[in-house]
T-cell receptor, first 114, second 114 residues
Framework: SQQGEEDPQALSIQEGENATMNCSYK?????LQWYRQNSGRGLVHLIL?????REKHSGRLRVTLDTSKKSSSLLITASRAADTASYFC??????????????FGQGTILTVHP | KAGVTQTPRYLIKTRGQQVTLSCSPISGHRSVSWYQQTPGQGLQFLFE???????NKGNFPGRFSGRQFSNSRSEMNVSTLELGDSALYLCASIPGGRSTDTQYFGPGTRLTVL
């Protein structure tokens, strides 16, 4: 079963606009990661935020984490057509014993129109 | 460094057959995780291997099994295939085997069961 929900399920925007995706999870975590997937291919790692961090930036990406609300958001600024993909959040389990197990959200399908 | 390699990329089998998928992790990485991705269930964790030992297993029937070799390469096997096993199978390469490590995914093997 999935860890939580991603919101929205689908997002359609124009090039140059910002895209915001939200993720909620259910259990305590060590880290939360965001991945991108292009049309049924492999997952590409975007960014990892640790449970003791509140915000992290990487290029056009900004991730926030609110552990009290068990939620995270991914902001992509100045979107490009090449950003069209599915975006997933993934959490590990706190305690260090969930070896290799990431629990994924259902994903947000982002479409960026040229 | 070369990325994660998965073979074959596409596979068509019939019900009742068995299948073996292969994954070669990034050189130097010691742990491998496997995931199944379907439209209905999303991304689900199958199992994780570190130093040839399975340390974690997801909620899948015993028909799903795997192993890891001394060079960190991993295989997963599905016996007595069912239609519902049609999915994208993703392998992730993990550097140090810690539950908090970033996972780097391969392109996946698309399995179709007829």
């Amino acid at each position: 079963s999935q860890q939580g929900e991603e919101d929205p399920q689908a997002l359609s925007i124009q090039e140059g606009e910002n895209a915001t995706m939200n993720c909620s999870y259910k259990t305590s975590i060590n880290n939360l990661q965001w991945y991108r997937q292009n049309s049924g291919r492999g997952l590409v790692h975007l960014i990892l935020i640790r449970s003791n961090e509140r915000e992290k930036h990487s290029g056009r990406l900004r991730v926030t984490l609110d552990t009290s609300k068990k939620s995270s958001s991914l902001l992509i600024t100045a979107s490009r057509a090449a950003d069209t993909a599915s975006y997933f959040c993934a959490t590990d389990g706190a305690g260090g014993t969930s070896y290799g197990k990431l629990t994924f959200g259902q994903g947000t399908i982002l479409t960026v129109h040229p | 460094k070369a990325g994660v390699t998965q073979t074959p990329r596409y596979l068509i089998k019939t019900r009742g057959q068995q299948v073996t998928l292969s994954c070669s992790p990034i050189s130097g990485h010691r742990s491998v995780s496997w995931y199944q991705q379907t439209p209905g269930q999303g991304l689900q964790f199958l199992f994780e291997y570190f130093s040839e030992t399975q340390r974690n297993k997801g909620n899948f029937p015993g028909r799903f099994s795997g192993r890891q070799f001394s060079n960190s390469r991993s295989e997963m096997n599905v016996s007595t295939l069912e239609l519902g096993d049609s999915a994208l199978y993703l392998c992730a390469s993990i550097p140090g085997g810690r539950s908090t490590d970033t996972q780097y995914f391969g392109p996946g093997t698309r399995l179709t069961v007829l």
